[in-house]
């Protein structure tokens, strides 16, 4: 068992504060490991999903299979985090999860003091055939400072799997944020929906970059990006969807507000390599209309809650 | 100003782009009244609403809007809203990933759930609506119904309108009356923007709107036989001094 340190009970109270489902850390019934630095605090497994997790110099190298047929019904909670100011931790996963099985999988990544740190999660993913694995990944900053967070995903989806990634910060600034992930969907009726949410503030730098390649025929996906900017914060988005098998359907789907002096940049990008393909993109970079603002402030709101009010609906 | 009037607009002029759309506007709203503005399309009705609501692109280049006897010709949004006015637009804002429960909450924050439910049905929606978003997946007459919901929760002293009869296709008109009255007889005062004439005619009193010109106040059975009977064409009241402006009538 976990030996409850000052650390681990930070860390948690945040991630439960933020999303995670309150108790499940410590529960008998839910799979949970928690992370502080290159320390392994905390880690619990239920039959039917195989962990194996070892602290490296900067970070852990995780190792988790969920078996064939196994459904996990308790959202398995991940919390990784660093209570310094400053310092480096780089969690490296590998995710496999067999044949027939699903599991949603709740990351909280916990920087709540961070000046000076970078955060690096190196994942690598493989959806076996009909399965489907949810990945949440939600982020707690510090008040100030410039975290460096890179979190990289390589996703192979085979056929009849379904694959949901969704990332939100929630807390905190963004500091210098790059996503990147690269989802191949391999296999036929594969389906991939992949979510960004980021609200960038001061001088953030945020960079998402969201690629899925549609191999199997009648694959399908969503990469939808919401991204706020204000202040002097900038933003990149690039999204791509290739449609390279026949049946194949792909929709990228940007909206990037800008208030301030912040800059947006957006290149949905879509291409059908296979001619029976079909993708499609929206994208939208503008400020916030007035209306939207003016009928909120008709209701007695300042413009910066109005603001705020409709940022909080474009980030949930 | 002295006389017992809640809102008092007095030789209002707003130019946009050049247009002269509100050509010296003058017209009160008393407390407790149900007034009506009634006037074919653009004729400045949704104009007027802008300004009074203090929308910065319709400030007023001429003109004074006093409420509750204070000038406040030169009052923001907020302000005014905070003060007690509201509007309900024409054509009200979508809003993404926004509850229309927290959307009601916005014009009551203490609301309950039975308060909100309250505010629904008056509007004939049931309360399974406060779970869905106000966003596109709206109809517009819904999203009309909820602003009319969201205006009855704030109580406010002085609603503004913008043709809520348009697009709400269910409700009867007796039952959009309804809603108005039991704002006015909570002690809002009620300003209705209409193209309707049997809407202005359940209106205390009326004025009619032609080309950014009030011209004619009275009782709303009035304004309406005028209504139908000379106002078209309204070009013919074209207003002095026009040189410029192209004024529309659809
Ligand atoms: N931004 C603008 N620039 C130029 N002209 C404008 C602008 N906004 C409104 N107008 C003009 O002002 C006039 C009044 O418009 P307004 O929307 O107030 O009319 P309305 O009476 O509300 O019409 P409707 O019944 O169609 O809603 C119209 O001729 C319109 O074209
Ligand atoms: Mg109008």
Redesign the pocket.
């Known amino acids: 068992m976990h030996n409850l340190s000052e650390e681990y009970k930070t860390l948690v109270s945040i991630a439960e504060r933020t999303g995670g489902q309150p108790g499940s850390f410590g529960s008998e019934d839910v799979i949970y490991i928690v992370v502080h630095g290159n320390r392994i605090l905390a880690s619990h497994a239920l039959p039917g999903v195989l962990i194996e997790a070892s602290e490296t110099g900067d970070g852990i190298d995780a190792r988790i299979i969920v078996q064939a047929q196994t459904k996990v019904s308790k959202p398995v909670h991940l919390c990784f985090g660093h209570l310094a100011d400053s310092g480096r931790q780089v969690i490296r996963s590998r995710i496999f999860l067999e044949e027939g099985s699903s599991a949603e999988f709740q990351a909280h990544c916990i920087f709540p003091n961070a000046i000076e740190f970078l955060h690096a999660m190196e994942g690598e993913i493989h959806l076996g055939p009909g399965s489907a694995f949810s990945y949440r990944e939600v982020h707690v900053h510090g008040p100030e400072g410039r975290i460096d967070v890179r979190p990289v995903s390589r996703v192979r989806i085979d056929e009849r799997a379904v694959y949901r990634g969704d990332f939100t910060l929630v807390e905190g600034r963004v500091g210098n944020l790059a996503i990147d992930i690269d989802v191949e969907a391999h296999g036929r009726r594969s389906r991939v929906e992949v979510t960004s949410k980021i609200y960038g503030k001061f001088d953030d730098f945020c960079q998402v970059r969201d690629i899925v390649r549609l191999t199997g025929a009648e694959s399908t996906a969503l990469i939808k990006a919401r991204v706020v900017l204000k202040d002097r914060s900038q933003g990149k988005f690039l999204g791509l969807v290739d449609g390279a098998a026949p049946g194949a359907r792909g929709h990228v789907d940007c909206t990037e507000v800008v208030q301030g002096e912040a800059r947006a940049v957006a290149s949905p990008v879509v291409q059908a390599s296979h001619p029976e393909a079909e993708v499609t993109h929206e994208a939208a970079i503008g400020r916030i209309a007035d209306e939207k603002i003016q009928g909120l402030m008709a209701k007695g709101l300042s413009a910066d809650a109005a603001i705020d009010f409709v940022v909080s609906g474009l980030l949930r | 100003m002295l006389e017992p009037q809640m809102l008092f607009v007095k030789d209002l002029e707003v130019e946009?782009?050049?247009?002269r759309?509100l050509r010296g506007i003058s017209m009160q709203v008393h407390p407790g009244e149900i007034c009506g503005v009634l006037?074919?399309?653009?004729?400045?009705?949704?104009?007027?609403a802008?300004a009074i609501m203090g929308l910065p692109?319709y400030a007023p280049r001429k003109g004074r809007i006093w409420f509750d006897g204070e000038d406040i010709t030169e009052w923001g949004v907020t302000e005014r809203a905070r003060a007690g006015i509201t509007l309900a637009w024409?054509h009200p804002a979508r809003y993404e990933g926004i509850l229309v429960r927290d959307y009601l909450k916005l014009s009551k924050p203490d609301a309950g759930e039975e308060d909100l439910e309250e505010a629904l049905k008056l509007v004939q929606m049931e309360p399974f609506y406060l779970d869905r978003m106000v966003d596109k997946g709206l109809s517009g007459g819904e999203r009309k119904r909820i602003e009319l919901s969201s205006i009855y929760l704030m109580k406010p002293r002085l609603a503004i309108l913008?043709?809520p009869d348009s697009g709400v296709d269910l409700l009867a008109l007796g039952e959009v009356m309804g809603l108005f009255k039991l704002l006015a007889s909570g002690g809002s005062s009620v300003l209705i923007?209409t193209?309707r004439e049997d809407v202005a005619a359940a209106c205390d009193r009326s004025y009619l709107?032609c080309a950014?010109k009030m011209i004619l106040e009275g009782s709303a059975a009035a304004v309406k036989r005028y209504f139908l009977s000379q106002c078209e064409p309204c070009v013919e009241q074209k207003p002095e001094n026009t040189g410029e402006a192209a004024?529309?009538h659809?």
């Open positions: 946009r782009e050049g247009n759309i006037g074919r399309n653009g004729a400045g009705k949704s104009s007027l802008y692109q024409q913008d043709e923007i193209h709107m950014g004024l529309n659809a």
